[in-house]
């Protein structure tokens, strides 16, 4: 039960933080080097895709 309301908590401040991630510029085509050299320099990397079906 406290797991559950601990969990609720946590999420609802990540969701209203100010310190909220965002992307600087946009998105960047994928290629594995511009992720490797992002995880290099301690940058968070978000790969976001889309398919056409």
């Known amino acids: 039960m406290l797991r559950r309301v601990f969990f609720r908590y ?4 990540a969701l209203s933080s100010p310190l909220a991630a965002q992307a600087a510029g946009g998105s960047v085509p ?3 080097q511009v992720v ?6 301690g ?3 978000l790969l976001e895709f889309a398919a056409e079906w």
């Open 43 to 45: 940058r968070a990397v």
């Open 10 to 13: 946590v999420i609802a401040l």
């Open 36 to 41: 490797k050299a992002a995880l290099a320099d």
């Open 30 to 32: 994928y290629s594995p």
